[in-house]
């Protein structure tokens, strides 16, 4: 969706700096608030470098829901969250990168600002 928010994930995800080049295929360029393919690649990098697991699902149509929690050796009996550590957005890559950036502690105010920068929300 935003390349600023792309920025935040190259920069708290996969800590990269601005001007780092990966030649790897992983990190830098990739839009994970738009694409599924790069938006899973963030939850499969938390999962390795955090051990924190992503659940998305479905809310409603235009509506998905993403949360992170730590699990015990991928274990998701009683995997719930509550509603300040939900995400809710129109489409599953934007929800997972923002929960995902939440997870790591990036502020919610740094997020909106780069999401707002973009599409003037």
């Avoid at 998701?76 to 997972?96: M, N, Q, R, W, Y």
Wanted: proline share 2%.
């Amino acid at each position: 969706m935003t390349r600023k928010l792309d920025a935040l994930i190259e920069k708290h995800i996969y800590n990269l700096a601005d001007n780092e080049f990966v030649v790897s295929g992983e990190g830098k360029g990739l839009r994970y608030s738009a694409d599924i393919a790069a938006a899973w690649r963030v939850v499969e990098k938390l999962w390795q470098t955090h051990k924190l697991s992503i659940a998305v699902w479905h809310v409603q149509p235009g509506q998905v829901g993403a949360f992170v929690k730590e699990t015990i050796a991928g274990d998701f009996v009683g995997f719930t969250c509550d509603a300040s550590e939900l995400t809710v957005k129109p489409t599953a890559p934007l929800a997972i990168c923002i929960a995902a950036l939440r997870a790591v502690g990036v502020s919610q105010a740094e997020i909106y600002a780069a999401i707002k920068q973009e599409v003037g929300v």
